[in-house]
């Protein structure tokens, strides 16, 4: 096919988001027609922060956007007036979710083939009346779905979670034998999608030592080894509960292909190790698996401290933009692996 058109959405005014488009653009038409779903007078400001000579491209439908020139195609909402950089405001929370909102509607009438998302602020969000704690939560709503996860992935590990924003003791609670097989099906899913043809799936445990047979915990037992078993009996490649201070470093290493985590912590801090292990370059991509659409994102937030500055690294929304090329090609093409 030919080069899958995505959108990306602009993110909080206010951060990096539009500075990180202008660095990467050229790059992302190499593997992508990107189109920019925010506020142009913004992304034109950011041309200048970053010493770009690229233009802007107003637009207000999919249809009108050229690729192949030096002007960057927005689809302008013209929903940004005085622009501080760096500074947490209800109006900015507003733009950014319109963003998204927009970008769904084209991705559900089929305009876009998939969504990649520049970071939000969630303080400016909820003071612009989201209820939802990111953009994950978000879409799954838009978009009626009710089984889905985050998987995150740097280099040659991914993982998944069984639940994301919530506290501690609430993520415990919600490690049943449903919701870990639910996860393991989606990841099985997706990691097809990416086009790995015989997934293997690792399935961490909640407790230290996965339970160590019952002498740290019940939930292990009770709950995810069923829920493993049960996915086996399905003929997806999952095993564990594994040891949760191991099984990262094995799945980097090559023992599978995804790690299914129990929560938010224990799937993000391998991850950020590695993708923050090379100083200001933060790479890694978040992908929200089990939607009716594609949807990756940068794996790094808003960095308000350097808004404006035009130093932000675009590593990591150039990998987000790779992977959602990938797999709306694979769900075009109809070629689940």
């Keep these: 096919m030919s080069k899958?058109?995505?959108?990306?959405t602009m993110g909080d005014p206010a951060g990096i988001g539009p500075e990180i488009?202008?660095?990467?653009?050229?790059s992302l038409r190499e593997v992508a027609n990107p189109l920019v779903i925010g506020d142009a007078t913004t992304v034109e400001a950011a041309c200048g922060i970053c010493g770009s000579d690229?233009?802007?491209e107003r637009i207000s439908d999919p249809a009108d956007a050229s690729f192949g020139s030096d002007e960057i195609p927005v689809l302008d909402l013209d929903n940004v007036d005085d622009l501080d950089r760096g500074v947490v405001r209800e109006a900015y929370g507003g733009a950014?979710?319109?963003?998204?909102?927009?970008a769904i509607e084209l991705a559900l009438d089929g305009d876009i083939d998939a969504i990649t998302t520049a970071p939000i602020n969630k303080q400016s969000t909820k003071l612009a009346g989201s209820e939802h704690a990111g953009h994950t939560g978000m879409l799954a709503d838009y978009t009626d779905t009710e089984t889905y996860s985050m998987m995150l992935i740097e280099g040659d590990l991914r993982v998944t979670h069984v639940s994301t924003h919530v506290?501690?003791?609430?993520?415990?609670?919600?490690?049943?034998?449903?919701?870990?097989l639910d996860t393991v099906r989606v990841t099985d899913e997706a990691l097809r999608e990416l086009g790995i043809s015989s997934p293997s799936i690792a399935v961490a445990g909640l407790n230290p030592h996965a339970s160590d047979g019952g002498l740290l915990g019940e939930e292990d037992g009770e709950e995810i080894e069923p829920a493993v078993e049960s996915a086996r009996k399905e003929g997806i490649d999952a095993f564990g509960p594994e040891s949760p201070d191991t099984v990262y470093v094995q799945a980097a290493r090559g023992a599978a292909d995804c790690?299914?985590?129990m929560y938010h912590d224990q799937g993000h801090i391998p991850i950020k190790m590695l993708g923050f292990a090379e100083g200001g370059a933060v790479s890694g991509v978040n992908v929200t698996i089990g939607l009716p659409i594609v949807r990756t994102s940068v794996d790094h937030g808003t960095a308000f401290d350097i808004a404006g500055e035009g130093v932000a690294s675009e590593r990591s929304l150039l990998d987000a933009v790779e992977v959602a090329s990938e797999m709306a090609q694979w769900r075009t093409r109809g070629e689940i692996a």
């Design 4 to 8: 899958p058109a995505i959108g990306i």
């Design 21 to 26: 488009i202008v660095k990467g653009y050229r």
């Design 54 to 56: 690229l233009g802007v």
């Design 96 to 102: 950014s979710l319109a963003y998204v909102e927009r």
């Design 167 to 180: 506290p501690l003791r609430e993520a415990c609670d919600l490690v049943t034998e449903d919701t870990v």
């Design 259 to 261: 790690v299914v985590s």
